[in-house]
């Protein structure tokens, strides 16, 4: 079975739909059923998406994507870095 990938927004609302479920006393399992999730999967984007709205969830992604690219970046100048600093000692 293909995994199904949720966006942010979708996340959310599935977490608040959760807190409603649970508020009129259903259990994790049964709210879990009925949203089609794993309990596993609840219990992830509780820990990552909890207390946040959509608009900072979104800015949230946002950063965790620019970040990856900064790492990136950095790692590939380091090694241009150690490459040219390894050239010019004449160790090649």
């Not at 649970?22 to 399992?29: D, E, M």
């Not at 509780?46 to 950095?74: C, H, I, M, S, T």
């Amino acid at each position: 079975m293909p995994r199904k990938r949720h966006t942010p927004e979708q996340i959310i609302s599935k977490l608040r739909e959760a807190e409603v479920g649970l508020a009129s006393g259903q259990t994790v399992p049964e709210v879990c059923r009925t949203l089609g999730i794993a309990e596993q999967t609840y219990y992830r984007w509780r820990k990552e998406y909890g207390g946040l709205k959509v608009e900072q969830a979104r800015r949230f992604k946002e950063l965790e994507r620019e970040n990856l690219q900064l790492r990136r970046a950095v790692a590939d100048l380091t090694l241009d870095k150690l490459i040219l600093k390894e050239a010019a000692e004449g160790n090649f």
